[in-house]
């Protein structure tokens, strides 16, 4: 992949990151939402055009984003975190953060490939990193936490291990080209 593509997935990352807390936060979902699903396609031509997408980018991107959707839906179902949504998206997990587990899942396979090729560095990354992420959006309101901040913990235990065995199955799908 050339290194100005990898610019442009890491900007688009950050810009839909942007895009969503923008709009969520003004109440401005459809546009958030239009623009956040432009930027996902964006990203997703530029991966097809380097020939990238192959059945094992699909299935580690699927990978991820059930990893990322099981856990907050379980933790949405416990009211543990209640996410901003508008009124028409029915989600249990709203729509956006579906865009952005996609998006951080593109990443992760785009720009760190050798983050789930090291499984302890994976680990040790998702599991700050996740929690991290979460304790961001609950500071400029794009969620609220039902309880104590030590339940960004659960995240972050979590991610150790879903990372690691994500890493894993990865190693084994590609093993068997």
């Known amino acids: 992949?050339?290194?100005?593509?990898?610019?442009?997935?890491?900007?688009?990352?950050?810009?839909?990151?942007?895009?969503?807390?923008?709009?969520?936060?003004?109440?401005?979902?459809?546009?958030?939402?239009?623009?956040?699903?432009?930027?996902?396609?964006?990203?997703?031509?530029?991966?097809?055009?380097?020939?990238?997408?192959?059945?094992?980018?699909?299935?580690?991107?699927?990978?991820?984003?059930?990893a990322a959707l099981t856990i907050d839906t379980i933790m949405v179902l416990q009211d543990i975190i209640i996410f901003k949504a508008p009124r028409f998206d029915h989600l249990i997990v709203p729509y956006w953060m579906w865009v952005l587990w996609f998006s951080f899942a593109i990443n992760v396979l785009l720009i760190y490939p050798w983050l789930l090729k090291n499984h302890l560095a994976a680990s040790i990354s998702l599991g700050f990193g996740v929690p991290f992420g979460y304790w961001l959006g609950l500071n400029i309101n794009l969620a609220e936490l039902n309880g104590p901040l030590w339940l960004l913990a659960i995240w972050g235990i979590y991610w150790c291990g879903a990372s690691y065995l994500i890493g894993y199955t990865r190693d084994i799908m590609t093993s068997h080209r």
Do not use: E, P
């Open 1 to 66: 992949m050339k290194y100005w593509h990898k610019l442009v997935h890491f900007i688009f990352y950050y810009v839909t990151w942007l895009s969503v807390v923008i709009s969520i936060n003004q109440d401005y979902y459809i546009t958030g939402y239009a623009t956040t699903t432009l930027f996902i396609c964006v990203q997703l031509l530029i991966a097809y055009y380097d020939r990238l997408i192959d059945h094992f980018f699909i299935a580690t991107v699927s990978l991820i984003m059930a």
